[in-house]
């Protein structure tokens, strides 16, 4: 179900696209920024699809059963424009020309607007952002264009002066928990893992929670951190090279670890297991806490961040993750 009740979270948008389209106030250029993943083109989506439908319910959500709304729901509305781009990091001056300072000229097809959605918008040039502001600066009365960014600050201030600019906001972790168990149907364990991941992003909590890859690194990581204080430099090795597997979703497992350790403190203060993410490990962590000092998990903490740091500044994978795991076998 596509609809503004179906969208999770992101209420003061919601509102503001229910009164634009109640009083027909619709303005012609709107930003959306958020992380990827966090919804933006969904809501995007049934915001242009409210715009095309022939009898919007309660006079702004899209009915689903006209021929706009249909055509819309499988993305072959003609007035309904997805703006591409061949080339992977740049949305260039010809692409933004073609597609829609020159299409623009056209009148819609069969509804009385012409709607653009352009995802990834921060990675219009320079110059393909003047060439859009041509038509931001004197619009045809039937034009919307919908830019859809990961941040303000990638776009030029002429641009961002003619956007009405609408920004998501992480979502409360209890409502993501609760849609994940609800719509996913996974137990609530899983459930406050994929949560506490997300930060707030209901798309990559939705994502994590049917990734077959996630859960895949998350047995292993746990294996690891069960284990880690007893192997012996034959283990070492050999989880080094399991490791290296797992490179390209390197900071996942760091994340994991984070919480993981959190968890022990966690426990080690409150014995309150209900409070655990990682709950059905909970005899593990209890384990873990009684063996440890405050001093020695919270040195962890610090060095998991210090290995996330080394990464990023392209130090040796194998010799980093080494490190931290010599440094969680003597803390």
Known sequence: MSNFESIIGQEHIKEHLRASLTSGRISQAYLFTGENMSGKEYIARIFANALVCEDPKGGYDPCQKCR????????????????????????SVDDVRTQIVGDAQIRPYQSSRKIYIMNEAEKMTPQAQNALLKTLEEPPEYVVIMLLSTSASAMLPTVLSRCVRLEMRPVDDNTIKEYLMKEIRIPDYQADICTAFARGNIGKARSLAVSDDFEEIRSEAVRVFRFVRKMDTSDMMTTLKKLEEYRLNINDFLDLMMIWYRDVLLYKATRDAGALIFRDECESIANEADEGSYEGFENVIKCIEKTRQRLKANVNFALAMELLLLTIKEN
């Open 68 to 91: 706009s709304c249909i055509q819309a729901l499988s993305h072959n509305h003609p007035d309904i424009i997805t703006v591409t781009h061949d080339r992977p990091n740049t949305v």
